[in-house]
């Protein structure tokens, strides 16, 4: 067990009779509750990057330099707007690319976690 100081929060000994930080008496200090440092669990931390934000340079690239060809949409797991968007690119002659770099570059304008929950999690098929 250790004592948290009721003054600055510091961490004592169960026996210490003084803060060791702020020299305040621990008389009245509480042993049990009372945890004012407590902060957020690292591993708490959710990991964008494993939950696809590592595509968003990818498909974001992909998009601006062949993105008629709906490479960035099959990379984002997006079957039917890839296909839908090689065929309008081919009947086009690659017109609609212009469309894509607009999309690349919202890809690679968002946050990490923007994109993941854009994207990866509310499966936004479309810009
Ligand atoms: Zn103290």
Same mark, same amino acid.
């Not at 595509?55 to 039917?80: E, N, P, R």
């Given at each position: 067990? =250790?004592? +948290? ?12 009779? &003084? ?6 008496? /621990?008389?009245?200090?509480? =042993?049990?509750? &009372? @945890? ?28 601006? %330099?062949? !993105?008629? %060809? !709906? $490479? ?5 797991? +997006?079957?039917?707007?890839? *296909?839908?968007? /090689?065929?309008? !690119?081919?009947?086009?002659?690659? %017109?609609?690319?212009? /469309? =894509?770099? *607009? #999309?690349? *570059?919202? +890809?690679?304008?968002? =946050?990490?976690? #923007?994109? $993941?929950?854009? &994207?990866? @999690?509310?499966?936004? !098929?479309?810009?």
């Amino acid at each position: 067990m =250790s004592r +948290y100081c009721t003054k600055c929060g510091a961490i004592n000994d169960d026996t210490a009779q &003084y803060c060791t930080n702020c020299q305040a008496s /621990l008389a009245n200090s509480v =042993s049990t509750g &009372y @945890q004012p440092m407590q902060s957020v669990n690292p591993g708490a931390v959710t990991d964008w990057k494993a939950m696809g934000a590592d595509k968003k340079i990818t498909a974001g690239i992909c998009a601006i %330099l062949v !993105g008629w %060809l !709906g $490479v960035h949409k099959f990379i984002l797991g +997006y079957t039917t707007e890839g *296909v839908i968007q /090689l065929v309008l !690119g081919i009947l086009t002659c690659g %017109l609609t690319n212009i /469309l =894509s770099i *607009v #999309e690349g *570059v919202i +890809y690679l304008t968002k =946050s990490d976690e #923007e994109f $993941v929950r854009t &994207y990866i @999690q509310n499966k936004k !098929g479309w810009f």
